[in-house]
């Protein structure tokens, strides 16, 4: 029921900023949760910060004092500003939406963007 669409990745040298846009459509406000995750040039996909249907938000500490989430129900979107980028934040960024109690398909896969690409070069 939820579909997630990123935007705003592009290259940036080391130092500058980045603001990354989900737009969703569908009933988001059953998750629990709707977040950002990446994936690096031969690594797993990790956590990068995530925003709770309330409004709290949470982040990985290698991201922490340098990228900012938030969300904006009026246009169903969730941001993440990222200052200060670093080479090491190079990687596909993807959006998730976390399914909470009230889908009606929850227990089942997470939903997930398309993902947008972020190199920063030094």
């Known amino acids: 029921q939820v579909h997630l669409v990123e935007s705003g990745g592009g290259s940036v040298q080391a130092g500058g900023s980045l603001r990354l846009s989900c737009a969703a459509s569908?009933?988001?406000?059953?998750?629990?949760?709707m977040g950002w995750y990446r994936q690096a040039p031969g690594k797993g996909r990790e956590l990068v910060a995530g925003i709770t249907n309330g409004g709290s938000a949470y982040y990985s500490d290698f991201v922490k004092g340098r990228f900012t989430i938030s969300r904006d129900d009026a246009t169903n979107t969730v941001d993440v500003q990222m200052n200060r980028l670093r080479p090491e934040d190079t990687g596909i960024y993807f959006c998730?939406?976390?399914?909470?109690?009230?889908?009606?398909?929850?227990?089942?896969?997470?939903?997930w963007g398309q993902g947008t690409q972020v190199t920063v070069f030094s």
């Open positions: 569908g009933d988001t406000t059953c998750l629990s949760a």
């Open positions: 998730s939406g976390m399914k909470g109690p009230r889908c009606p398909d929850y227990g089942g896969s997470d939903y």
